[in-house]
């Protein structure tokens, strides 16, 4: 007898030393599903209002039962509690609310209670093995996997990856792109989940960082960290750009990227079924990046507005279909690629539009200062582009334009100041009509024509100035069906920079109470430290390029 339970034990540790191979689970995992399993089939011997823990030696695989006792002064239930005096007989340092443990004689399991412990076992191991998965994998989000193809379904494609299974979701895949059962695959891991039915390992082949990973492999610069990828655009499965940058002066990024005779961009069109790439070197000079970025179409002049991340570029008039693209291609993988919304214009629809904008200046002057046609020419050419441009700059400069005198150039400032004066009071009454109170025009940098915009829009106290965010005075920008759309602000049209918003809220924030002028000199302090720092810190990591050196 003795012999049979110490072979009992003996092939319950080889069991769990098999299982625990098998599943590349923690050995300890196995045992302690089989002590629940026992645990589980125990209560129904005993009866499940007995609290039993089971307990199996790793070294000698001796199973251990007992029932925990609640040491009390007055028994409500005999299953789980002992009166402290019967305690005491058992270990006399036992105390009201302490554990007492009762040894139970071994269980010999029915078939029942051999299946409901195999069910438990089974359970147990499939948690440990789906939790090793994800721990394993979680950590492997943003690199490049191998796996063989176990089925495709609905246009999803299960990969094997050894240890795991991952999917390819179909809007992850490449367009025509199919795979069947056995094929070898390559793809990204771009999220790890757990979900109801275990870890998901969800991978991609479109995902922009898988053609980021797969010119790593490729390019040797790239792996060492001679060569960075800065940025990177896809169309998958049709074209892409991607932007590369040398930390050594004398290394060419796009060569580098391109290989000899084509062999290293080559072998990554390949594995992307042909997809055209675009390799273009970053530059810190941002308009000089995004000229780079709209090739093959040259670029005849940029304009930047930093404030909206908005650019305006002017091409050639036969090389606007290729700045474009097919389908809006070429300009949408360039905005991808840089971050800005990019506007195409040929030089004539650039010229029609500085016309336009020249007669519209014009007659403003012409309605403003009630002169001639050429007076309001001459001042539009001369780059004034506003009343108040004109109504606040020395008199000097507008009497340098040619054909004017002082005496002329005072009159037209004079009744820049009167058009002015005119104009506040119109907006100082409209304000007062729509509710504004006084103290927000004490607020420094609101004008009287924004009162009025802060009414149409129901702020009228100093209260709700403060209660702005940026966004809200100059507006902000949201993905809408895939586009990038402009959203209004409260003082759209005013020429009002983030700064000087972010300054204006601050202001009133101060005005309302809600900050003291001293937190916020603190804060910027703090602020101005801590980029110092990161500035530092990044001149420090900086290595010297082997040319230089």
């Not at 999917?167 to 025509?176: A, H, S």
């Not at 016309?355 to 001639?372: G, K, P, W």
């Not at 004034?384 to 040619?402: H, L, Q």
């Amino acid at each position: 007898m003795a012999q049979a339970v110490s072979a009992n034990r003996l092939e319950l540790l080889q069991i769990a030393d098999a299982v625990a191979r098998e599943k590349s689970i923690e050995r300890e995992l196995v045992l302690e599903a089989m002590a629940e399993a026992i645990q589980k089939a125990a209560k129904s011997r005993y009866g499940a209002e007995n609290e039993i823990r089971a307990r199996i030696d790793p070294n000698t695989g001796e199973i251990r039962l007992v029932r925990l006792l609640d040491v009390v002064e007055v028994i409500d239930n005999d299953a789980t509690e002992i009166t402290v005096t019967d305690a005491q007989r058992r270990n006399p340092a036992a105390r009201v609310g302490d554990l007492i443990e009762d040894e139970l004689p071994p269980v010999d399991f029915g078939r029942i209670a051999a299946q409901t412990a195999k069910q438990v076992i089974v359970q147990k191991v499939r948690d440990a093995e789906r939790e090793r998965q994800f721990e394993e994998y979680k950590d492997r989000i943003g690199e490049i996997v191998h796996g063989i193809v176990k089925r495709a379904e609905y246009g999803n494609v299960i990969v094997d990856l050894g240890r795991g299974e991952g999917i390819v979701r179909r809007d992850e895949g490449l367009p025509r792109e199919a795979f069947r059962a056995g094929d070898r695959i390559r793809a990204y891991i771009y999220d790890v989940r757990r979900e109801q039915r275990g870890p998901q390992i969800f991978l991609s082949r479109t995902h922009p960082q898988f053609m980021a990973q797969l010119f790593a492999q490729e390019v040797p610069e790239i792996y060492d960290g001679i060569i960075d990828v800065r940025a990177v655009a896809r169309d998958p499965g049709s074209r892409a750009k991607i932007a590369v940058t040398s930390n050594d002066h004398s290394i060419d990024p796009v060569g580098a990227c391109v290989g000899m005779r084509g062999s290293r961009v080559q072998a990554v069109v390949n594995e992307l079924q042909g997809e055209k790439i675009d390799i273009i070197q970053w530059t810190d000079d941002f308009a000089g990046f995004i000229v780079n970025a709209l090739a093959p179409a040259e670029v005849v002049k940029v304009v930047l507005d930093e404030d909206a991340q908005r650019i305006e570029v002017v091409v050639p008039d036969e090389q606007l279909s290729l700045a474009i693209g097919r389908r809006g291609q070429n300009v949408r993988l360039a905005s991808q690629l840089t971050g800005w919304d990019i506007d195409i214009l040929t030089e004539a629809e650039e010229s029609e539009r500085r016309q336009a904008e020249f007669l519209q200046r014009s007659e403003t002057f012409i309605q403003a200062f009630d002169v001639d046609e050429v007076i309001a020419q001459l001042l539009a050419s001369e780059g004034f582009s506003t009343v108040e441009e004109v109504a606040y700059v020395p008199v000097e400069e507008i009497a340098e334009i040619e054909g004017f005198d002082d005496e002329t150039a005072q009159e037209i400032q004079n009744r820049a100041l009167d058009f002015i004066d005119r104009q506040n009071a119109e907006f100082d009454t409209k304000r007062r009509e729509l509710g504004v109170q006084d103290e927000v025009t004490e607020v420094p940098g609101v004008t009287t024509a924004m009162l009025v915009a802060f009414g149409e829009n129901d702020i009228k106290t100093v209260e709700d100035v403060a209660g702005c965010v940026t966004d809200d005075l100059i507006g902000w920008y949201e993905h809408v069906d895939g586009e990038r759309t402009r959203m209004d602000g409260i003082l759209d049209g005013f020429d009002l920079g983030a700064e000087e918003a972010q300054a204006m809220i601050m202001a009133a924030r101060v005005k309302a109470g809600w900050v003291t002028e001293e937190e916020l000199a603190a804060a910027a302090a703090a602020e101005a430290e801590a980029e110092a720092e990161e500035a530092d810190e990044a001149v420090e990591g900086e290595t010297v390029p082997e040319a230089e050196a």
